[in-house]
């Protein structure tokens, strides 16, 4: 069956620091993967998206993340982070086999140090 | 420019009431979605539907009903509640090629007594 894994169920950086945030999928065909991002007591905002091409993709407030087809991984950075980036993160594998459906990941939350 | 618009934003309910969470977008999308969000789980998907009159169920359809009776409203029912369906619930909509992201509303937050 298809899954999604954030195996990281917090983490806390330093503002200023570089983040890294772990998402690992399984699933047989090439998927379609997505980040997006939680703000307290608020829904779920897009950060990104892959469906093809290059393998490093750009998204909004600075992020970017690399599929890399070998490690079944799709893992988030941002060079430098701000307070405001503190969120928690959700990564989201769908594929035409589920009917578009998309599958979940249990999130990590992000807590940033002043 | 509301998007995806949820009510109520809170509730409380007691157990063996019944209530209806109402979704409403003006996107003019064709798929919406009900998911709940528990600690530690992530989104689960409990109904969808893929146009005006249908609907479809997601993975935790139990104890939930559905209808979209008008492309722009989604309607999640609770026909007898259950302390086990305490949760944030959220609604989301998507154009229909599978490739766009999902619009969301800002939750609701459910408990029951």
Known sequence: AQSVTQPDIHITVSEGASLELRCNYSYGATPYLFWYVQSPGQGLQLLLKYFSGDTLVQGIKGFEAEFKRSQSSFNLRKPSVHWSDAAEYFCAVGAARSNYQLIWGAGTKLIIKP | ?113
């Open chain 2, 1 to 113: 420019n509301a998007g995806v618009t949820q009510t109520p934003k809170f509730r409380v309910l007691k157990t063996g009431q019944s209530m209806t969470l109402l979704c409403a977008q003006d996107m003019n999308h064709e798929y919406m979605y009900w998911y709940r969000q528990d600690p530690g789980m992530g989104l689960r998907l409990i109904h969808y539907s893929v146009g005006e009159g249908t609907t479809a169920k997601g993975e935790v359809p139990d104890g939930y009903n559905v209808s979209r009776l008008k492309k722009q409203n989604f309607l999640l029912g609770l026909e007898s509640a259950a302390p086990s369906q305490t949760s944030v619930y959220f609604c989301a909509s998507s154009w229909v090629d599978q490739y766009q992201p999902q619009h969301f509303g800002d939750g609701t937050r459910l408990s029951i007594l």
